[in-house]
């Protein structure tokens, strides 16, 4: 389990979320991620290494064009995260919706 | 399939501008849904997640007017804020928490698509924002499911 502050550090800057989003369509090497982000070998590879220092993203099969792909079970976690936030909201609207069905009944619509 | 399953809600978490997006339809007119979200004796009875009445539910409903919100079960813990935009029945902005809520209420056909969305002032508030959410809501998480599966099979 990687470290949920880790994850959502990684996710709060755009370049990163803009290199996870190229990598969410297949792997990547340095190189190949280079030309869309016009940024430097440096720079790109500081960025990679927060992405694999949170578990996002992890080294794939090929070891001499050394692409980058995503981890999956990471992502997972962050989206898990979040669950019971969207379940709180969730609870507020099914109360919300129980509400408005009561008020319906007692002063029912006369227009339709 | 399970009778909650018409009224899903949708999350989506905009980290390019710091936004938690909610989308939820109901089956009843715009106006009505706005008036639940305005009126103080509307808004007591749903606001409180854990399904009971706010203790304390004040609403100055003008811009520059205050609300606030103070379920039974938490009187510490009250949510409080200042309305900016008030246009019924289809929008409703306020600002609470140092982050900004845009309610929006779009009428299709007698129901109505409701959208929530807090925006963050920066990627670091969003997170904070999701990580107090989690903590308040993780301890309610079990009591609120089994408060929602009984209400739904009364329901149903």
Redo the contacts between chains.
Sequence with gaps: MQSLDGIFHALSNPTRRAILARLALGEANVAELMAPFALSQPTISKHLKVLESAGLIEGGRDAQRRPRRLVAATMKDAADWIEPFRRQWEQRFANLDTHLAKLQQAKPQEEN | MPP?AH?Q?G?E?D??THT?R?V?S????AE??FE?WTRPE?LR???????GLLAVCEIDLRPGGTFRFVSGAHPDMPFTGVYLEIVPPHRLVFEALNSTGRVQFASAG?KTR?T?EIVCGS??Q??QF?QM??A???S??LD??V??IA?QGV?A
């Excluded at chain 2, 749903?46 to 399904?51: L, P």
């Design positions: 909650q009224a809600t999350l978490i980290h390019a938690i909610f939820r109901f089956d009843a007119p009505l849904v639940a509307h009875c749903w606001w409180d997640a854990a399904g007698g409701m929530v990627a670091e969003l997170e999701l959410g989690v308040a809501g993780t309610q998480t609120n499911l408060a929602y209400r329901a």
